[in-house]
C-alpha cells in the first residue's frame, strides 16, 4: 500500500509541474523555485510533514520535499546553534541534494544540447 500512496502523491505532485510547464508560460527555472518555496512554506506552516509521514519519498523527493529539508534542517539547527542555524542548517541538511544536482546537471549539460522554452 506504501507504494501506491508514494506514487499518487509524487505523480500528483509531478502532474502539477507538467501543466504548469503545459498551460502557462512560466519556465522550469521558474517552477521550480516555486515549488521549493512552496515546500518551505507549507513546512513552515505545518502542512507538508503529514504529508510526507503519509506518503514518504512521495512526498520528499519531489522539489517541494527539498523545500521541506531546508526549513527542517534550518529548524534544526536554530534550535542547536541559535540564529546563525537558520543560515547554516538548511544547507547542512540538503549538501547531498545540492552536490547530487551539480554533478548531474553539468553531466546533462555535457552530454545533451539545453535550449531554452519559446
Known sequence: M?????????GLICAAGQ???LYTNLTSARILVAFVTAGVVLTALGL?????EWAGAGATVPLTGFGYSLATGAREAVEESGLLGALTGGVTATAAGIAAAIVFGYLASVLFTPHTKR
Do not use: N
Request: no cysteine; glycine share 6%; hydrophobic share 65%.
Open 2 to 10: 506504501m507504494y501506491a500512496k508514494v506514487f499518487l502523491v509524487g
Open 19 to 21: 501543466l504548469l510547464l
Open 48 to 52: 507538508y510533514e503529514p504529508l510526507v
